[in-house]
């Protein structure tokens, strides 16, 4: 079994900042591609950044200049700083990765649940 889980969302002002949260756990062998996604309401899923196991990561435009990918290994967890937050970055924020299971499966992809971010005017 695979989970993955994201945080650190919730309310933010205009201005603000916010880091998410994604930690992979159970019986992985690997993880090599790391991303997140996010859907503001009422409108289609988006992607927002990508990161792989080397750590050359990329963004979207909508967010370039304002938020950051990273990801630590040791903890298999990736995050999303995100910052100078607009009201338009009020979203659903989902977390995604290509991994491999013990002892040595296919490549997957996985979804976390999502974590809400609301930001105030």
């Known amino acids: 079994q695979v989970q993955l889980v994201e945080s650190g969302g919730g309310l933010a002002q205009t201005g603000g900042s916010l880091r998410l949260s994604c930690t992979a756990s159970?019986?992985?062998?690997?993880?090599?591609?790391m991303r997140w996604y996010r859907q503001p309401p009422g409108k289609q899923r988006e992607w927002v950044a990508i990161i792989n196991s080397f750590g050359t990561g990329d963004i979207a435009d909508s967010v370039k200049g304002r938020a950051t990918i990273s990801r630590d290994a040791a903890k298999n967890t990736w995050y999303l700083q995100m910052n100078i937050l607009q009201p338009e970055d009020t979203a659903v924020y989902f977390c995604?990765?290509?991994?491999?299971?013990?002892?040595?499966?296919?490549?997957?992809?996985?979804w976390g649940q999502g974590t809400q971010v609301t930001v105030s005017s």
């Open positions: 995604n990765a290509d991994m491999r299971r013990l002892p040595r499966g296919t490549l997957d992809t996985y």
């Open positions: 159970g019986s992985i062998f690997e993880i090599s591609i």
